[in-house]
């Protein structure tokens, strides 16, 4: 799915079909854009599972010129981190499209291709997937920049 005008204009009140084939032939979910709230929330879910590689390391090692050292981290957490995430985004966007309650348990339910299908269409909505590809290019960037 592309950013249009209309989802740029429409906002918070923008709802969007994701067809689900796989739950029978006419079968869409709606998502709406996560709320600004929702955002933090999964960033904080994000940051919850990060862990070092190595104990000894300290805040300041990890965190340098505002910017976290990757090379310091347990990828497989930083993972299980962006996993969560994304699961909590799709079910606050299905919450609010479908207006019933979807709770990650839920969402964890779903046909992987349809939660892969529907994760796309929130990430284009938020951009959670963008910011942390943002982050990861400045840390290479800080990185070339010590050598």
Same mark, same amino acid.
């Given at each position: 799915?592309?950013?249009?005008?209309?989802?740029?204009?429409?906002?918070?009140?923008?709802?969007?079909?994701?067809?689900?084939?796989?739950?029978? &032939?006419?079968?869409?979910?709606? *998502?709406?854009?996560?709320?600004?709230?929702? %955002?933090? @929330?999964?960033? /904080?879910?994000?940051?919850?599972?990060?862990?070092?590689?190595?104990?000894?390391?300290?805040?300041?090692?990890?965190?340098?010129?505002?910017?976290?050292?990757?090379?310091?981290?347990?990828?497989?957490?930083?993972?299980?981190?962006?996993? &969560?995430?994304?699961?909590?985004? *799709?079910?606050?966007?299905?919450?609010?499209? %479908?207006? @019933?309650?979807? /709770?990650?348990?839920?969402?964890?339910?779903?046909?992987?291709?349809?939660?892969?299908?529907?994760?796309?269409?929130?990430?284009?909505?938020?951009?959670?997937?963008?910011?942390?590809?943002?982050?990861?290019?400045?840390?290479?960037?800080?990185?070339?920049?010590?050598?």
């Amino acid at each position: 799915m592309r950013l249009t005008k209309e989802i740029v204009l429409k906002g918070a009140d923008l709802r969007l079909e994701v067809p689900a084939p796989e739950y029978g &032939e006419d079968a869409a979910f709606t *998502v709406a854009p996560p709320t600004a709230g929702d %955002m933090a @929330e999964a960033r /904080t879910i994000r940051l919850k599972y990060l862990k070092v590689k190595d104990a000894s390391v300290n805040l300041e090692d990890l965190v340098r010129n505002g910017r976290i050292d990757f090379s310091k981290i347990d990828l497989s957490s930083a993972q299980k981190g962006i996993d &969560e995430a994304r699961f909590y985004l *799709v079910s606050k966007a299905l919450s609010r499209g %479908m207006n @019933e309650e979807w /709770t990650v348990e839920d969402v964890k339910q779903l046909k992987p291709e349809v939660f892969e299908r529907l994760w796309r269409t929130v990430d284009v909505l938020c951009g959670f997937t963008a910011e942390a590809e943002e982050q990861i290019k400045n840390f290479r960037k800080a990185q070339k920049d010590r050598k």
